[in-house]
């Protein structure tokens, strides 16, 4: 029951699987992953499909012709192995060229040779059937300060995603971006930092009904925040396109370690948000598998991911069934009659009647500050839900 299935909707990227264990102490450790053989693994692990960066796929300097082979190579495992792509993304970070960043980068030819890739790369995910294109700024930042104004470093981000959008636009491509936050790592300080932040600027672009943001768990971890709550207020304002799964242990670097291999009540109320919002995009993940595995270690670590999203989507719904759990969240709610339909006006709208008649209410403050809210048994009952023993 825990299996993984194409309707599970699983994805992950390409980079993560074939992540060669490298880290800033020592070299790689695992071999080159052929993306075919990913396509093929992940496939019968069952998963749903595979994202990449345009160079994970076609090396950054590869001829027009070895282009045409890897892709073809490429759709051909796809269509054997029955694997979609919903989701690419362009790698505007390894290059030496990017290291000042790519659209937010001093050096005017920096910025515009960042437009050139990702457009050639929007071109390549879409060839292959992307419907979502993800922009993570992994370089848009500073390490000094001094280097940048800040506010014009945001104008051009912003004449970047609305370049691009005119780009999509004026190519008939059904495309809609999902832009994803992160606070440092690999700069010291990375522009739009979290979830808030991305919101707030895509309503500042010409088309922010085309955006939407792409959060990622250990990215909110590392500022030290909620992610659930981040995921939800994207949530209600239509804006979750696209999701990385994984996991961090607190604010230090990114970890991207397997999917609820960490903070498992968190992802658990995490699971109960996606599956109860509705939100029926791909459930990707963004890890890798531990530094000390082999070849069979990455298929461990994938299944792993899949699996305990399964076990968390069944916890969720049981602790939604349990009838003791719905009978505690309806008394927590319950209250004054009158006070509930008020409140029902409150969130049609203003009118003076209401305001007036809020006014001139009483209210019981020292009763309302003596109730109990049982919260401690509430969560009791999550916390055994997790454990199973519910
Ligand atoms: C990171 C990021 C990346 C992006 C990827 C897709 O911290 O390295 O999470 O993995 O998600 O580049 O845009
Ligand atoms: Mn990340
Ligand atoms: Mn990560
Ligand atoms: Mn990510």
Excluded at 105 to 121: C, E, I, N
Excluded at 299 to 321: H, P, Q, S, V
């Amino acid at each position: 029951q825990y299996t993984p299935r194409k309707e599970d909707k699983f994805t992950f990227g390409l980079w993560t699987v074939a992540n060669q264990g490298r880290d800033p102490f020592g070299d790689v450790v695992r071999p080159v992953l052929n993306p075919v053989r990913s396509v093929q693994k992940l496939s019968e692990l069952g998963a749903w499909g595979v994202n990449f960066h345009d160079n994970d796929l076609v090396p950054f300097d590869a001829t027009p012709a070895e282009r045409d082979r890897i892709v073809s190579d490429f759709k051909k495992a796809l269509n054997d192995y029955g694997m979609v792509v919903p989701m690419a993304t362009t790698n505007l970070f390894f290059h030496p060229a990017f290291k000042d960043g790519a659209f937010t980068a001093v050096d005017p030819s920096v910025r515009a040779f960042a437009l050139q890739k990702t457009m050639r790369a929007i071109d390549l995910g879409v060839e292959l059937g992307a419907q979502t294109y993800v922009f993570w700024g992994g370089r848009e930042g500073v390490d000094s300060e001094a280097s940048k104004d800040p506010v014009e470093a945001l104008k051009r981000m912003r004449d970047a995603i609305n370049f691009l959008c005119e780009y999509a636009i004026d190519n008939g491509y059904n495309l809609r971006f999902a832009l994803e936050p992160k606070p440092n790592e690999p700069r010291s300080d990375t522009y739009f930092a979290t979830i808030g932040h991305m919101l707030a600027f895509i309503y500042t672009l010409d088309h922010p009904e085309m955006v939407g943001v792409n959060p990622e768990v250990a990215h909110e971890h590392m500022s030290g925040l909620n992610f659930v709550h981040g995921v939800a207020q994207a949530i209600e304002a239509g804006k979750l396109f696209h999701i990385d799964l994984n996991d961090q242990k607190g604010p230090r670097f990114d970890q991207d370690l397997r999917f609820g291999s960490e903070n498992i009540k968190s992802m658990f109320f995490l699971v109960r948000l996606l599956e109860n919002s509705g939100y029926d995009g791909p459930r990707h993940f963004d890890a890798h598998a531990y530094r000390t595995e082999d070849d069979q270690g990455v298929w461990d670590f994938a299944a792993g991911c899949m699996r305990t999203y399964n076990i968390l989507r069944e916890k969720a719904r049981r602790f939604d069934a349990d009838p003791e759990v719905q009978q505690l969240l309806a008394t927590i709610n319950a209250g004054n009659a009158d006070h509930i339909s008020w409140l029902s006006e409150v969130r049609k709208g203003y009118s003076k009647e209401l305001a007036n008649k809020l006014k001139e209410a009483t209210f019981d403050a020292t009763a309302l500050g003596q109730r109990g809210y049982q919260y401690e048994k509430l969560d009791q009952m999550a916390v055994e839900h997790i454990f199973g023993i519910r």
